[in-house]
């Protein structure tokens, strides 16, 4: 037999590891160059495209079955605030040369298992060996009726400011990630600082809330960069201002423990990001039948503020207005 | 006026250098989660991902502009293959700290030409700063009439084996790239060793062909890990042997003269990898016809073999089928 007709070390991971999560018919079993999607009748598509790499996103030892997950779910993430139901997604993995099968079996698993219960199978995907650090980028896509998506850029003055879950968690999980101390000087209960840790490892995105979003809110994004800066941004897009009341900004019970020992905490939970919450803004009137909505799925919603003509995000705590030294999350 | 309504470095680098690239109404200039695609009615979406990182598929030192060139044209290459017009792009860049305004502004304009000429706009993106290597991941999307692509696996016993361009060149390059001496030992003109370099550099996908491909072709892919271990990827996933006469491959004069120089660089050639040409195949009686819609665009087209039962791709050189050392451009 023609040396020709072996597979290469490449087919053969990609077939152990990737083909199990390529359930979509257009996938072709990542047989082919590229994958097909048919989008339903009269339905746009949403593409977005989020990426973590080891030492910046992550740690290099963080468990590989949540990376995975994570990486998947950030995208997940921008899909539900748009609105969007999820359809399938691409994957660019660059793995040094110390990532063993162990690792890739522990990722694909996780991954898999996302991909299944977010109904977004694996379309196709590029692997590489990389002198650097691992890398993973994925892009997603979903799809949602002609012209629904919700944007940033369309809050009006008068909207209500509403946020899903709580926010800060997974940036008061990093800090502790880094120096397990943190949680006797924040006087946690080791539950609570593993709900920090968790909510820093998996994010849970709001996807069962994107049609509610989509029949109800005026604008809305995913909080990502931290709640301050992005809510800045939506801000920006819109051409208005927003009135934060800090104090009514949603804490998980470990989070409300922190800022308590160390009030100065108020900022990373504001400005930290990875929250991969929805902030979402609407017409009064519709908050009734908003909140119906996420009650019926089971997402915690709160209204947090309103948007009001002018411009800039102001958080408003105990009288005054915060300014943070780093307002949002930035790489450069 | 509070610190949240300024813009991090990153949205400023963004605005400047990518947003000119963003010209499709659906990247709402890259300001919002998420871009959106409207197909066109009865259309599929194709969709593929293919990236680059410095030091494993290009020099460090490449010029910025023909690296962000190269990438997209790697994916075009892939639509080109699968008989899909482009629509647009998604771009992950991971950037480390010493990449220089400089650099990006170069990168991007480069990008910004090819995806004018090539009708392929940019989407949307990640950036985020790597302590490794630059590494550029894309994500590209076409369109084409429902359940039309070409694939892989529909090749049939008695097709005529087609590819397009030349094979080889960039290989060779590659190998000039790294040792300039042997533009001497394989006796090439200037001009022949800057042909041969300039292939490596910068694909010429063959997208003005995808028309014809999708209308005459019964199988295709994307040449871009060697024109051997490729098309062995397609024999197995038509379940049909390919019989190639390696005389007949079309090479440049830079490669043949390579070649006569060094006759065992005809493994470089044939296994090397990115092409970015098209293998395809066809029923006999389509030949005609397609060499008149690829003369109608100018490009090359060349008859390399034949489809039959049985598995493998045997390449035949002075009566004896070839083996190579190492068939195929792999990772891993």
């Not at 793995?95 to 298992?113: K, Q, R, V, Y």
Request: aromatic share 6%.
């Amino acid at each position: 037999m023609a040396a020709t007709d072996e597979t290469s070390a490449e087919e053969r991971l990609i077939a152990r590891y990737f083909r199990p999560l390529a359930t979509a018919p257009g996938a072709f079993g990542l047989s082919d160059d590229a994958a097909i999607v048919t989008p339903p009748p009269g339905c746009d598509l949403v593409l977005t495209t989020d990426g973590v790499i080891a030492g910046v996103h992550f740690f290099p030892d963080d468990p590989p079955e949540k990376i995975g997950r994570k990486v998947l779910r950030m995208n997940l993430s921008d899909l539900a605030a748009k609105g969007a139901k999820p359809i399938g997604f691409l994957i660019a993995l660059a793995l040094p040369a110390a990532i063993d099968e162990a690792w890739l079996a522990a990722f694909a698993s996780g991954l898999g298992e996302d991909a299944e219960s977010y109904g977004c199978p694996l379309l196709g995907g590029d692997t590489d060996r990389t002198p650097g650090p691992t890398s993973v980028s994925v892009a997603a896509f979903g799809a949602l009726p002609h012209a629904t998506m919700v944007r940033r850029s369309t809050a009006k003055a008068g909207d209500s400011v509403i946020v899903t879950g709580t926010i800060g968690d997974a940036a008061l999980g990093v800090l502790l990630r880094r120096d397990q101390n943190l949680g006797e000087r924040w006087r946690l209960s080791d539950v609570m600082a593993g709900h920090l840790l968790q909510r820093y490892l998996l994010p849970q995105p709001r996807n069962a809330l994107a049609e509610a979003v989509r029949c109800h809110a005026a604008s809305s994004m995913d909080v990502s960069d931290g709640l301050a800066g992005d809510l800045a941004k939506l801000c920006r897009a819109s051409g208005v201002a927003a009135e934060i009341d800090v104090a009514g900004v949603p804490l998980s019970d470990a989070a409300r423990a922190a800022v308590a020992a160390e009030p100065a905490l108020i900022e990373t939970v504001l400005t930290g990001g990875d929250d991969y919450e929805i902030v979402l803004t609407l017409a009064p009137e519709k908050l009734g039948s908003f909140r119906a909505a996420a009650q019926a799925v089971g997402i915690p919603v709160t209204e947090i503020g309103r948007i009001a003509a002018g411009q800039g995000a102001r958080f408003v705590y105990g009288g005054k207005t915060l300014t943070f030294s780093r307002p949002a999350y930035s790489h450069f």
